[in-house]
């Protein structure tokens, strides 16, 4: 079963290994960084416009990010 737990620590996993610091998350998404930092400690999922273009953004993988692939 995949449970909301799990894809936040995805993002969170995704957004950090990315390289990038949350300011230029934020900036290429242009949402704030205290948003970026909303998705890390698991507070807040993004809309799924921003989702989309966070994937784009890390080149992650969505599939991977929402559990439906290990």
């Known amino acids: 079963m995949i449970?909301?737990?799990?894809?936040?620590?995805r993002l969170a996993e995704?957004?950090?290994?990315?390289g990038m610091t949350q300011r230029e998350i934020a900036q290429k998404l242009r949402v704030s960084?205290?948003?970026i930092s909303q998705y890390l400690l698991g507070k807040k999922m993004p809309a799924l416009d921003t989702f989309?273009?966070?994937?784009e953004v890390l080149d992650a993988?969505?599939?991977?990010?929402?559990?439906?692939?290990?």
């Open 3 to 9: 449970v909301q737990s799990k894809i936040q620590q």
């Open 14 to 18: 995704t957004i950090r290994q990315s």
């Open 33 to 35: 960084q205290q948003m």
């Open 52 to 55: 989309a273009n966070l994937c």
């Open 61 to 70: 993988d969505p599939a991977y990010i929402l559990c439906l692939k290990a």
